[in-house]
Nanobody, 126 residues
């Protein structure tokens, strides 16, 4: 089992930045690929970004490239999502997820993931 706890959400004005963090426990952190998803009211959960177990291979949703960056620290068992130039369309609950995959896999679909956090709310005001 893997437990995931997100933090860093909140209210931010359009154009601002936020850094989300997710702390993982229950399994050797380097054994799991990590990802971020989000779900806005009335919409389906969508992929945001993912990072491989080692070597830092990443994938970011095309619509978010240039504004969102994912990183991980295997010594601290954390994964972060740095978000910049936020706009009201980024308002959503952001979920951290963990996937048991091979070393360099960067899973990008919901079904790839085995464990989920409870989510953290991000609200961007105009």
């Amino acid at each position: 089992q893997v437990q995931l706890v997100e933090s860093g959400g909140g209210l931010v004005q359009a154009g601002g930045s936020l850094r989300l963090s997710c702390a993982a426990s229950g399994r050797t952190f380097s054994s799991i690929a990590m990802g971020w998803f989000r779900q806005a009211p009335g919409k389906e959960r969508e992929f945001v970004a993912a990072i491989s177990r080692i070597r830092g291979r990443t994938s970011v949703a095309d619509s978010l490239k240039g504004r969102f960056t994912i990183s991980r620290d295997n010594t601290k068992n954390t994964v972060a999502l740095q978000m910049s130039s936020l706009n009201p369309e980024d308002t959503a609950v952001y979920y951290c997820a963990a996937a048991q995959r091979d070393l360099f896999s960067v899973p990008v679909t919901i079904n790839d993931y085995d464990y989920w956090g409870q989510g953290t709310q991000v609200t961007v005001s105009s």
